[in-house]
């Protein structure tokens, strides 16, 4: 009996750490994000994170830039710091910040071509 008791209690802590219910510090990423990219040059760009699934520190979606999308991948610290890479046609996306309860912002790099700020609004 005991020792049923322990596995299902086992069981249950899993399930709860894996759905981050042990991490209450961490913001819910999940939803869809407005992102305005500023380039090193002034130009700016409108974009959109659809972040589809957060599991305690990783989490994935889309990214989408100008009609196209792409798939996005990244990690959270307990800091709030977040990384989010993701691609164009051509190049490799790495954003890189910190998130408040709805904004994310910081900074980003299209490798071999660009780099800049960004700021993204949860919807």
Known sequence: MTKRFLIVLLIISIVFLASGCF??????????????????GGASESATFHIEQHIVYNYRGSFCLDSACRELFGMISNEREVHINTWT?????????????????????????DEGTWEATKR
């Open 23 to 40: 991490f209450f510090g961490l913001p819910n990423l999940n939803g869809s994000w407005d992102v305005i990219m500023t380039y090193s």
């Open 89 to 113: 046609s051509e190049r490799g996306i790495d954003f890189a910040g910190s998130v408040t309860k709805n904004t994310m912002s910081g900074t980003f790099t299209i490798f071999d071509l």
